[in-house]
Protein backbone atom coordinates (compact mmCIF):
# COMPACT_ATOMS: atom_id res chain seq x y z
CA UNK A 1 0.00 0.00 0.00
CA UNK A 2 1.29 3.44 -1.01
CA UNK A 3 2.10 5.60 2.18
CA UNK A 4 1.46 9.82 2.58
CA UNK A 5 4.28 11.29 4.35
CA UNK A 6 4.61 15.20 5.34
CA UNK A 7 7.94 16.89 4.77
CA UNK A 8 8.19 18.64 8.46
CA UNK A 9 9.98 21.44 6.97
CA UNK A 10 7.18 22.53 4.41
CA UNK A 11 4.24 20.91 5.49
CA UNK A 12 4.12 19.09 2.05
CA UNK A 13 2.82 16.11 1.11
CA UNK A 14 4.48 13.48 -0.65
CA UNK A 15 2.98 10.12 -1.69
CA UNK A 16 5.64 7.36 -1.28
CA UNK A 17 3.68 4.27 -4.35
CA UNK A 18 6.26 2.27 -5.24
CA UNK A 19 4.20 -0.03 -7.58
CA UNK A 20 4.16 2.76 -9.93
CA UNK A 21 6.96 1.94 -10.86
CA UNK A 22 5.32 -0.92 -12.62
CA UNK A 23 2.94 0.70 -14.57
CA UNK A 24 2.45 0.45 -18.54
CA UNK A 25 4.40 2.36 -20.75
CA UNK A 26 4.29 2.30 -24.36
CA UNK A 27 7.94 1.46 -25.41
CA UNK A 28 8.77 4.74 -26.32
CA UNK A 29 6.21 7.44 -25.35
CA UNK A 30 5.22 9.79 -27.58
CA UNK A 31 2.79 11.90 -28.52
CA UNK A 32 -0.56 11.00 -30.48
CA UNK A 33 0.22 13.12 -33.63
CA UNK A 34 -1.65 13.15 -37.68
CA UNK A 35 0.43 10.65 -38.66
CA UNK A 36 0.01 8.09 -35.43
CA UNK A 37 -2.32 5.09 -36.04
CA UNK A 38 -5.84 5.41 -35.21
CA UNK A 39 -5.68 1.96 -33.59
CA UNK A 40 -2.72 0.53 -31.94
CA UNK A 41 -3.67 -3.45 -30.99
CA UNK A 42 -1.13 -2.97 -27.39
CA UNK A 43 -2.99 -0.23 -26.79
CA UNK A 44 -4.74 -0.71 -23.50
CA UNK A 45 -7.11 1.80 -24.34
CA UNK A 46 -8.40 0.94 -27.53
CA UNK A 47 -11.34 -0.30 -28.20
CA UNK A 48 -11.40 -4.40 -28.45
CA UNK A 49 -8.76 -4.23 -25.94
CA UNK A 50 -10.92 -3.04 -22.97
CA UNK A 51 -9.59 -6.44 -20.99
CA UNK A 52 -6.19 -5.25 -20.50
CA UNK A 53 -7.73 -2.25 -18.14
CA UNK A 54 -9.84 -2.94 -14.89
CA UNK A 55 -13.22 -2.44 -15.37
CA UNK A 56 -15.24 0.56 -16.16
CA UNK A 57 -16.77 2.87 -13.26
CA UNK A 58 -18.46 5.21 -16.58
CA UNK A 59 -18.23 5.24 -19.86
CA UNK A 60 -20.53 7.37 -22.56
CA UNK A 61 -21.38 5.69 -25.54
CA UNK A 62 -21.48 7.21 -29.38
CA UNK A 63 -25.24 7.75 -30.41
CA UNK A 64 -24.37 6.59 -33.76
CA UNK A 65 -22.36 4.03 -33.33
CA UNK A 66 -23.35 3.00 -30.36
CA UNK A 67 -19.65 2.04 -29.29
CA UNK A 68 -18.17 3.99 -26.25
CA UNK A 69 -17.28 7.61 -27.04
CA UNK A 70 -15.93 8.39 -23.04
CA UNK A 71 -14.39 5.70 -20.88
CA UNK A 72 -13.23 5.82 -17.12
CA UNK A 73 -11.24 3.06 -15.03
CA UNK A 74 -9.59 2.73 -12.23
CA UNK A 75 -5.45 3.18 -12.59
CA UNK A 76 -4.32 -0.21 -12.97
CA UNK A 77 -1.07 1.10 -11.09
CA UNK A 78 -2.52 3.83 -8.94
CA UNK A 79 -0.68 6.34 -6.89
CA UNK A 80 -3.08 5.70 -4.31
CA UNK A 81 -5.87 3.14 -3.03
CA UNK A 82 -9.70 2.59 -1.31
CA UNK A 83 -8.15 0.53 0.96
CA UNK A 84 -6.65 2.29 4.64
CA UNK A 85 -7.27 4.55 7.14
CA UNK A 86 -6.54 8.20 6.92
CA UNK A 87 -5.81 8.22 10.70
CA UNK A 88 -2.43 10.43 11.00
CA UNK A 89 0.77 8.40 12.48
CA UNK A 90 3.39 9.94 14.45
CA UNK A 91 6.80 7.96 12.97
CA UNK A 92 10.14 8.51 15.48
CA UNK A 93 7.74 11.06 17.31
CA UNK A 94 8.47 13.38 14.79
CA UNK A 95 7.32 12.53 11.32
CA UNK A 96 3.62 12.73 10.25
CA UNK A 97 2.24 9.69 7.66
CA UNK A 98 -0.71 8.07 7.01
CA UNK A 99 -1.93 5.24 4.63
CA UNK A 100 -2.04 6.35 1.11
CA UNK A 101 -5.75 5.50 0.45
CA UNK A 102 -7.55 7.61 -2.43
CA UNK A 103 -8.69 6.96 -5.87
CA UNK A 104 -6.46 6.79 -9.03
CA UNK A 105 -8.97 6.64 -12.58
CA UNK A 106 -8.17 6.61 -16.13
CA UNK A 107 -10.25 9.00 -18.36
CA UNK A 108 -10.35 7.93 -22.37
CA UNK A 109 -11.03 10.82 -23.66
CA UNK A 110 -11.89 9.37 -27.19
CA UNK A 111 -11.76 5.82 -28.97
CA UNK A 112 -9.40 6.50 -31.79
CA UNK A 113 -5.23 6.27 -30.62
CA UNK A 114 -4.59 9.03 -33.04
CA UNK A 115 -6.47 12.01 -31.73
CA UNK A 116 -4.40 15.21 -31.30
CA UNK A 117 -5.89 17.95 -28.49
CA UNK A 118 -6.96 20.31 -31.29
CA UNK A 119 -8.95 17.70 -33.17
CA UNK A 120 -11.15 17.21 -29.87
CA UNK A 121 -13.62 18.95 -31.06
CA UNK A 122 -16.10 20.96 -28.50
CA UNK A 123 -19.09 18.27 -28.36
CA UNK A 124 -16.28 15.91 -27.84
CA UNK A 125 -14.68 17.82 -24.95
CA UNK A 126 -18.19 18.38 -23.52
CA UNK A 127 -18.66 14.77 -23.09
CA UNK A 128 -15.00 14.40 -21.50
CA UNK A 129 -15.98 17.28 -19.07
CA UNK A 130 -18.93 15.78 -18.17
CA UNK A 131 -17.37 12.20 -17.45
CA UNK A 132 -14.74 14.71 -14.97
CA UNK A 133 -17.78 16.20 -13.08
CA UNK A 134 -19.76 12.94 -12.65
CA UNK A 135 -16.35 11.05 -10.93
CA UNK A 136 -15.64 14.56 -8.88
CA UNK A 137 -19.15 14.54 -7.70
CA UNK A 138 -19.16 10.80 -6.79
CA UNK A 139 -16.01 11.15 -5.24
CA UNK A 140 -16.31 13.83 -3.55
CA UNK A 141 -19.02 11.93 -1.08
CA UNK A 142 -16.65 9.94 0.27
CA UNK A 143 -15.63 10.87 3.73
CA UNK A 144 -11.90 10.25 3.20
CA UNK A 145 -11.36 12.50 -0.05
CA UNK A 146 -10.52 16.25 0.37
CA UNK A 147 -9.02 17.35 -2.72
CA UNK A 148 -9.83 15.82 -6.29
CA UNK A 149 -7.27 16.98 -9.14
CA UNK A 150 -8.14 16.51 -12.62
CA UNK A 151 -5.19 16.75 -15.06
CA UNK A 152 -4.06 15.63 -18.46
CA UNK A 153 -0.24 14.89 -19.77
CA UNK A 154 0.08 14.98 -23.15
CA UNK A 155 3.44 14.54 -24.51
CA UNK A 156 7.06 12.63 -23.30
CA UNK A 157 7.73 16.28 -21.44
CA UNK A 158 4.55 16.14 -19.80
CA UNK A 159 4.99 12.89 -18.59
CA UNK A 160 3.05 10.68 -20.09
CA UNK A 161 3.59 6.84 -20.41
CA UNK A 162 0.83 5.70 -22.88
CA UNK A 163 0.01 7.97 -26.08
CA UNK A 164 -4.00 7.30 -26.59
CA UNK A 165 -5.62 10.24 -25.55
CA UNK A 166 -6.57 10.18 -21.67
CA UNK A 167 -6.87 12.39 -18.57
CA UNK A 168 -6.39 11.33 -15.22
CA UNK A 169 -8.26 12.08 -11.91
CA UNK A 170 -6.40 11.42 -7.96
CA UNK A 171 -8.70 11.98 -4.93
CA UNK A 172 -6.86 12.40 -1.78
CA UNK A 173 -6.96 12.57 2.02
CA UNK A 174 -5.42 15.95 1.97
CA UNK A 175 -5.01 19.39 0.75
CA UNK A 176 -2.44 19.75 -0.86
CA UNK A 177 0.18 22.97 0.13
CA UNK A 178 -0.48 25.15 -3.02
CA UNK A 179 -3.93 24.51 -3.28
CA UNK A 180 -4.20 25.70 0.02
CA UNK A 181 -1.66 28.66 -0.58
CA UNK A 182 -4.26 29.81 -3.30
CA UNK A 183 -7.61 29.15 -1.18
CA UNK A 184 -5.91 31.01 1.89
CA UNK A 185 -4.88 33.89 -0.35
CA UNK A 186 -8.68 34.21 -2.30
CA UNK A 187 -9.57 34.81 1.66
CA UNK A 188 -7.41 36.95 2.81
CA UNK A 189 -8.11 39.34 -0.98
CA UNK A 190 -11.53 38.95 0.20
CA UNK A 191 -10.58 40.19 3.98
CA UNK A 192 -8.68 43.22 2.69
CA UNK A 193 -11.02 44.44 -0.06
CA UNK A 194 -14.70 42.70 0.44
CA UNK A 195 -14.60 41.76 -3.02
CA UNK A 196 -13.73 38.19 -4.39
CA UNK A 197 -9.62 38.15 -6.08
CA UNK A 198 -10.61 35.55 -8.94
CA UNK A 199 -13.15 38.43 -10.68
CA UNK A 200 -11.17 40.98 -9.65
CA UNK A 201 -8.09 39.32 -11.97
CA UNK A 202 -10.15 38.77 -14.21
CA UNK A 203 -11.47 42.03 -14.57
CA UNK A 204 -7.98 43.56 -14.38
CA UNK A 205 -6.72 41.15 -17.05
CA UNK A 206 -9.50 42.67 -19.23
CA UNK A 207 -9.04 46.30 -18.65
CA UNK A 208 -5.67 46.10 -19.75
CA UNK A 209 -6.58 43.51 -22.43
CA UNK A 210 -2.74 42.87 -23.63
CA UNK A 211 -2.42 38.95 -22.25
CA UNK A 212 -6.06 38.48 -23.03
CA UNK A 213 -6.14 35.20 -25.68
CA UNK A 214 -10.21 35.59 -26.32
CA UNK A 215 -13.20 35.61 -24.24
CA UNK A 216 -16.34 33.68 -25.36
CA UNK A 217 -19.57 34.29 -23.24
CA UNK A 218 -18.71 32.12 -19.75
CA UNK A 219 -14.89 32.69 -20.00
CA UNK A 220 -12.39 34.54 -20.18
CA UNK A 221 -8.53 33.00 -21.58
CA UNK A 222 -5.73 34.90 -20.67
CA UNK A 223 -1.43 34.47 -19.87
CA UNK A 224 -1.04 35.65 -16.36
CA UNK A 225 0.77 38.61 -15.37
CA UNK A 226 3.52 36.54 -13.60
CA UNK A 227 3.11 33.43 -16.03
CA UNK A 228 5.89 31.19 -14.73
CA UNK A 229 6.40 29.07 -17.46
CA UNK A 230 6.42 30.49 -21.79
CA UNK A 231 2.75 30.45 -22.90
CA UNK A 232 1.00 29.22 -19.53
CA UNK A 233 -3.00 29.45 -20.13
CA UNK A 234 -5.39 30.35 -17.99
CA UNK A 235 -8.94 29.14 -18.37
CA UNK A 236 -11.30 30.84 -16.12
CA UNK A 237 -15.10 31.49 -15.80
CA UNK A 238 -17.21 34.35 -15.28
CA UNK A 239 -19.59 32.89 -13.31
CA UNK A 240 -18.61 32.85 -9.38
CA UNK A 241 -18.44 29.34 -8.31
CA UNK A 242 -15.81 27.98 -6.08
CA UNK A 243 -16.06 24.13 -7.42
CA UNK A 244 -15.86 22.50 -10.33
CA UNK A 245 -18.71 20.33 -9.01
CA UNK A 246 -21.13 22.93 -9.09
CA UNK A 247 -20.75 24.17 -12.42
CA UNK A 248 -23.57 23.61 -14.44
CA UNK A 249 -24.52 21.28 -17.86
CA UNK A 250 -24.30 24.86 -19.76
CA UNK A 251 -20.97 25.80 -17.89
CA UNK A 252 -19.07 22.70 -19.02
CA UNK A 253 -20.38 23.19 -22.84
CA UNK A 254 -19.51 26.68 -22.55
CA UNK A 255 -16.12 25.47 -21.34
CA UNK A 256 -15.81 22.99 -24.02
CA UNK A 257 -15.87 25.52 -26.36
CA UNK A 258 -13.05 27.52 -24.90
CA UNK A 259 -10.76 24.47 -24.36
CA UNK A 260 -10.99 23.46 -27.87
CA UNK A 261 -10.13 27.11 -29.26
CA UNK A 262 -7.36 27.58 -27.02
CA UNK A 263 -6.19 23.86 -27.82
CA UNK A 264 -6.33 24.26 -31.20
CA UNK A 265 -4.40 27.69 -31.30
CA UNK A 266 -1.80 26.02 -28.88
CA UNK A 267 -1.02 23.68 -31.38
CA UNK A 268 -0.65 25.94 -34.12
CA UNK A 269 1.63 28.55 -32.29
CA UNK A 270 3.66 25.68 -30.69
CA UNK A 271 3.16 22.80 -33.14
CA UNK A 272 1.41 20.36 -30.99
CA UNK A 273 3.63 21.21 -27.93
CA UNK A 274 3.50 18.22 -25.04
CA UNK A 275 1.45 20.35 -22.02
CA UNK A 276 -0.42 19.44 -19.26
CA UNK A 277 -3.29 20.80 -17.92
CA UNK A 278 -4.79 20.72 -14.16
CA UNK A 279 -8.41 22.00 -12.97
CA UNK A 280 -8.02 23.70 -9.75
CA UNK A 281 -11.29 23.38 -7.72
CA UNK A 282 -11.68 24.35 -4.30
CA UNK A 283 -10.81 21.64 -1.53
CA UNK A 284 -13.58 18.96 -1.22
CA UNK A 285 -16.05 20.19 2.16
CA UNK A 286 -15.45 24.24 0.99
CA UNK A 287 -17.40 23.82 -2.48
CA UNK A 288 -19.63 26.34 -1.03
CA UNK A 289 -17.67 28.55 0.12
CA UNK A 290 -17.26 31.68 -2.15
CA UNK A 291 -14.25 32.91 -2.29
CA UNK A 292 -12.48 30.72 -4.74
CA UNK A 293 -13.05 30.30 -8.43
CA UNK A 294 -12.32 27.06 -10.35
CA UNK A 295 -10.14 27.37 -13.36
CA UNK A 296 -8.25 25.36 -15.73
CA UNK A 297 -4.63 25.98 -16.18
CA UNK A 298 -2.31 24.72 -19.21
CA UNK A 299 1.42 24.65 -19.01
CA UNK A 300 3.19 23.78 -22.42
CA UNK A 301 6.15 21.83 -21.33
CA UNK A 302 9.00 24.04 -23.79
CA UNK A 303 11.08 24.33 -20.67
CA UNK A 304 12.82 21.98 -18.24
CA UNK A 305 12.38 23.13 -14.81
CA UNK A 306 16.56 23.40 -13.64
CA UNK A 307 18.44 23.82 -10.25
CA UNK A 308 17.72 27.95 -9.77
CA UNK A 309 13.71 26.89 -9.68
CA UNK A 310 14.27 23.87 -7.45
CA UNK A 311 16.26 26.15 -5.17
CA UNK A 312 14.17 29.06 -5.13
CA UNK A 313 10.61 28.39 -5.74
CA UNK A 314 11.21 31.38 -8.35
CA UNK A 315 10.60 30.27 -12.22
CA UNK A 316 12.45 32.33 -14.97
CA UNK A 317 9.92 32.70 -17.54
CA UNK A 318 12.18 33.45 -21.36
CA UNK A 319 9.05 34.60 -22.93
CA UNK A 320 6.83 37.93 -21.55
CA UNK A 321 3.13 36.70 -21.52
CA UNK A 322 1.93 40.03 -23.45
CA UNK A 323 3.90 38.79 -26.51
CA UNK A 324 2.73 35.14 -26.12
CA UNK A 325 -0.89 36.12 -25.79
CA UNK A 326 -0.33 38.33 -28.89
CA UNK A 327 1.19 35.19 -30.91
CA UNK A 328 -1.94 32.72 -29.18
CA UNK A 329 -4.94 35.63 -30.68
CA UNK A 330 -2.62 36.33 -34.01
CA UNK A 331 -2.57 32.99 -35.28
ZN1 LIG B 1 -5.02 3.51 -28.15
Redo the contacts with the bound molecule.
Keep these: MAEIRQDPTTREWVIMAKDRARRARDSVPGRVSKDSPI??PS?P??PGNEEMTPPGVLSYSDEKTGRWSVRVFSNRFPAVTPEGSTTRRLEDSFFLSMDGVGIHEVIVECPE?NKTPDAMGPDALTQVLMAYQERYKALSRLPSVKSIIIFKNHGPRAGTSLD?PHSQLVAVPVVPTETRARYDMAIRHYDDNGSYLYMDLVRQEQQVGTRIVMESDGFVVFHPFASKYPFETWIVPRKREASFGHASGADLAGLAEALHETLTRLHRVLDNPDFNYVLDSAPVGDEGKEYYLWHIRIIPRLTEIAGFEIGTGIHINTSLPEETARAMRDV
Design positions: YSCFCHH
